[in-house]
Structures are given as structure tokens and as C-alpha cells.
């Protein structure tokens, strides 16, 4: 069975409902990225970080996954199919995803602050100030910037035996998630759906330019002529 990577981003879940950051009228104007989204805006201000992701919770509990997060799901019925996001929300898993690696952590989860305790809470808000059982506050389970990835070294791996890898919804600019497609093997296709136009490093990229639900229809059609050329005697 072939292995298919899915790279997805923003994109992928913006069809859902959930605010990007980047495109126009996202979260970075209505917030300074550094105060909701570092390790440095958690000990500044954890006030402000809790109410952030209690509303992104909030959020998350009223959207459903799209067509585009059911047809990645079904593809496990033909391929080995492994998705790599960096996305926090858990509408892969939620559409039927069974191998999902989250690089910027679960919405879902929380932590204290040393991350050696996580604690699935769904989507409800936790509280200001609440504690953990080793006495530290209670924080989301997100990997912020200024902090390590500590999936990467997975993911890598993951995309160096992939036979196919599709990048969807994300602009290729945020690292180290960016660099994984490097970590490509030579003759792995790589298909990118994005309705935007976006800068890869191969000149050997199957485009569909359009948003992830139509983008993979198309690879889907796609995908199973492939699957069923290799299996033709």
C-alpha cells in the first residue's frame, strides 16, 4: 500500500470556519501575534493567553469538518495515509483521520507548564489562574514561537518514506514545518492545493489552485487512477 503525507495548514480548516491568522481580517488584526502566540506573551500576560484559547475553543465547538478534511480521511481505504498539520484544531481526527501528528499542539489539550502533565479538556474554557496538580498554572497545549517543535524529528521521518505527499492550505513560510518538504525523497510526487499562489522549493510540483474541499476532489480522482495503474498486471 502506497504512502501518502498530507503537509496541511491554515487553509485546510478555513472552509470549516475557523479564522486563519494571515489572510485578511484574521487573528493578526485583531492581535499582536507575539502576545497570544510566544512563550514570552504567556509570561507577560497568561491572562490574556487563557481568554485567547478559551475562544478559539469556543470557536472550535461549533464547526465541522469540510468535504476536504472527509476525503483525506477516506483515502485510508486505498493508501497509508499519515497527516502532518499545523493546524490545533481536531477537525482531522473529528472527519475520520486515523494518523494525525499535530506540530503546534491540540487545541483540545492543556498542559502545566512544564508539559509533563497534559489533560484533554474537549472544548471547554479553562479557568484564569487555574492550577495544575504540581501547582503550576494551567496552560494551553500549543508549541508557541520560542519554543522547540518537538514532533519534527517524526514528521521528518514520515515525509522521508512517503511515496506521495500533498500539501494543502499552507504558505510554505512558517519553520521549522516548512522545511519538511526538504526531507522528500527523490522520486516522491508532491501535489500542492492552494487557491493562492505559493513559492515551493521543486519545479516538479503537481499545482491544483484551488481551495482544499475542490482541490481534493480533483486529487482524489487523481489519486485512485494511480492506485488503480499500480495495481494493473
Known amino acids: 500500500m502506497k504512502r501518502v503525507v498530507f503537509l496541511t495548514g491554515a ?9 486563519t491568522f494571515r489572510d485578511s481580517g484574521g487573528l493578526w488584526e485583531k492581535y499582536d501575534v507575539m502576545e497570544v502566540a510566544s512563550i514570552d506573551g504567556w509570561h507577560k500576560n497568561p491572562n490574556l493567553m487563557t481568554k485567547f484559547y478559551n475562544e478559539r475553543r469556543a470557536q472550535l465547538d461549533k464547526v465541522m469538518p469540510n468535504d476536504g478534511h472527509k476525503l483525506i480521511a477516506r483515502l485510508e481505504s486505498s493508501f497509508q495515509v499519515t497527516v502532518i498539520t499545523q493546524n490545533i484544531d481536531n477537525l482531522h481526527e473529528r472527519a475520520g483521520s486515523s494518523d494525525v501528528i499535530h506540530l503546534h499542539g491540540e487545541l483540545t489539550k492543556v498542559c502545566n ?16 489562574g487555574e492550577k495544575a496538580s504540581d501547582g503550576s498554572k494551567i496552560r494551553p497545549f500549543i508549541v508557541w514561537f520560542g519554543e522547540a517543535v518537538p514532533l519534527i524529528e517524526k514528521a521528518a521521518n514520515v515525509v522521508s518514506n512517503a511515496d506521495i505527499i500533498v500539501i494543502i492550505g499552507t504558505s510554505m513560510q ?3 514545518a516548512a522545511g519538511l518538504i526538504h526531507y522528500a525523497k527523490r522520486n516522491a510526487e508532491i501535489f500542492l492545493i492552494d487557491p493562492n499562489d505559493v513559492n515551493t522549493p521543486f519545479a516538479s510540483v503537481n499545482i491544483i489552485k484551488e481551495k482544499a474541499s475542490v482541490g481534493m476532489r480533483i486529487l482524489t480522482e487523481k489519486l485512485n487512477d494511480y492506485n488503480i495503474s499500480m495495481q494493473s498486471p
Not at 487553509?11 to 479564522?19: K, L, V
Not at 507548564?113 to 484564569?128: H, L, N, Q
Open 174 to 176: 512558517v519553520y521549522p
Open 11 to 19: 487553509g485546510m480548516s478555513a472552509e470549516s470556519g475557523i479564522s
Open 113 to 128: 507548564e512544564s508539559k509533563s502533565e497534559v489533560y484533554d479538556i474537549g472544548t471547554k474554557a479553562i479557568e484564569i
